[in-house]
């Protein structure tokens, strides 16, 4: 017994000082796996900034017009967010609009609701086959587009994590702005250009910018200078042509 206890303790001593870790489960996701058209996959490898984000994912022309959702968190896709009830202190799902949330997705999608604005709502949601929890860790996505692609087309990716502040985005940038202050760092918005003409491995996706930071348009900044923690939310998202 003694000879297992003192070998085993080596063992842990060993990998210790080896700096050896385990290694990375990535998750595997699935939308639009009964679509005809083209299927790929994204695979996002979280950063050191990780902290629970929100995610919207679309493919894009050449011209950078919106064709399809590929995959949002189902909390922006059907308008409902769990929330803390303050008389019972449990966690409730009730319908809210998010604006900062996701806004350069909300507006490229360009659908406008019964209230007037143009996110998803629990009666006018996201379609279910592009809906989904939100991954806690990194992941790869499984996509599938509902028509086939067959030359040029931009991969887009929007991620927003909440009350994500640093120097330069405080409370006093927007002070009466509740919904600047759910966000903090505006969502950032990573892209990749893909050609199904060439025979490329992957195609590595790069921040372009940042959107409105209380959602009130579905305008790009790509000035990145005030943004720091938020671009470590990722650390490397690869788009792959099945």
Known sequence: MKRKIILTILLVFTLAVSGKK???VFSQEHYGINNSGTALTLTF????????????????????????TLYVSESIGRGIFKRVNRKTGHWMAGEIQRPAALPY????????????T???????????????????????????????????YHIMLEVNQSWDWNEYWTN??????????????PALVYSVNIDTEKEVSEYLMKPIGYSHPSGLDGSLTTDLSTITTALDIASRIVVKLE
């Open 45 to 68: 490898q979280k950063g050191k900034e990780h902290n629970h984000p929100l995610y919207a994912i679309w493919l894009a022309d050449e011209n950078n017009k919106f064709i399809q």
């Open 105 to 116: 997705w909300v507006h490229q999608r360009n659908i406008r609701n019964k209230q007037g």
């Open 172 to 185: 006093n940038i927007l002070p009466n702005d509740k919904e600047y202050k759910t966000s903090c760092q």
């Open 22 to 24: 385990k290694p990375e």
């Open 118 to 152: 143009y996110l998803p709502t629990p009666n006018e949601p996201e379609i279910d086959a592009y809906t989904g929890a939100t991954p806690q860790e990194s992941f790869v996505m499984h996509l599938k587009t509902e028509k086939p692609l067959k030359g040029k």
